[in-house]
């Protein structure tokens, strides 16, 4: 099928489905699923431009669902959510204009590809040494104890020094937590949506649990929240600059709206370090895509 809008043909049944794997991802570690939706529309030969504001565009749709079935179990920290859009609106915005510049110099692909890449192996490197680190430790491993004792006084550390104003988020179990930090974490986790596509939570959910110190229910069912405010502003900014496909976001809707309920309700029967455990090698799947779609310059249809 030729969607007219950025001139790419893509058979239907590709988009459902990948709709409905990245639903479930979403719904599941709190992501926005852009860690594997992004690569994978790229290399169905969606220009890197296109990629961004389409992904954005799905990623709003599918939170909503995500989100109400978080809303019912009791995950969702909005006091949290909404101080993170303050953050996270101006982080977008700067984002798209970043994007609109490379357009006007051509190596958008090449640029904003390199750089999903190189975010998405920091992450999986990252959660594989703070998961490889938690589970030695529930082994008694007593060096493994010691180093995650350092990143857990790191986000208690940033709790007690962070500038004011200061919030109290009880659903979070924080007594005291510095408002222009928050703000920082959302506005760097905005930036990377604005520019790489999605709503960023394979930046902005690590640094809810490991810098603000958030419990990993609570970061994915919020994260989700304030993905549904995001990225229905990206979707805005990114359409009036002409780098939206609203019918590709439409197709992959259809199954993303199914997929994020099932994995909502799948994060109930998992312990968060089974959750970020199972998170770690997408974003590698992802990065692989990408420098597959690089190298080769054809979809793989």
């Avoid at 991802?25 to 990629?51: C, D, E």
């Avoid at 749709?61 to 953050?87: E, Q």
């Avoid at 609109?100 to 040494?129: N, P, Q």
């Avoid at 988020?169 to 604005?194: A, D, H, K, M, Q």
Wanted: glycine share 12%; with cysteine.
């Amino acid at each position: 099928m030729l969607f007219p809008i950025s001139h790419v043909q893509i058979a239907p049944a590709y988009l459902v489905a990948l709709g409905f794997v990245v639903g479930v991802f979403g719904g599941f570690f709190g992501v926005g699923g852009s860690f594997l939706a992004g690569p994978v529309l790229f290399g169905f030969g969606l220009p890197m431009n296109f990629v961004v504001g389409t992904d954005l565009a799905h990623i709003a749709g599918k939170s909503v669902v995500a989100a109400r079935r978080h809303h019912k179990l009791g995950n969702i920290d909005y006091r949290l959510g909404l101080l993170m859009v303050i953050g996270t609106i101006p982080g977008v915005e700067l984002g798209a204009q970043l994007i609109e510049y490379l357009k006007r110099t051509a190596h958008v692909d090449v640029v904003v590809g390199s750089c999903f890449v190189a975010i998405l192996l920091a992450t999986a490197a990252f959660m594989t040494w703070e998961t490889t680190k938690t589970l030695r430790a529930s082994r008694g491993e007593r060096a493994a104890k010691r180093d995650l004792n350092y990143l857990r006084r790191l986000s208690r550390w940033i709790q007690r020094v962070g500038p004011p104003p200061y919030v109290n988020l009880p659903v979070s179990n924080i007594r005291r937590l510095s408002v222009p930090v928050l703000v920082l974490v959302s506005f760097v986790g905005g930036l990377f949506s604005g520019f790489l596509g999605g709503g960023a939570g394979y930046i902005r959910m690590p640094s809810l649990i490991y810098i603000v110190g958030v419990p990993t229910h609570v970061a994915v069912a919020t994260d989700l929240f304030e993905i549904i405010i995001s990225a229905g502003y990206g979707t805005i900014s990114h359409a009036l600059k002409g780098n939206v496909d609203i019918l590709i976001a439409l197709v992959m809707q259809t199954g993303a709206a199914i997929g994020a309920q099932i994995g909502a309700q799948l994060t109930e029967y998992y312990k968060g370090v089974q959750i970020r455990m199972a998170f770690i090698p997408l974003p590698i799947i992802g990065a692989a895509l990408i420098v597959y779609g690089l190298l080769s310059g054809h979809p793989f249809q």
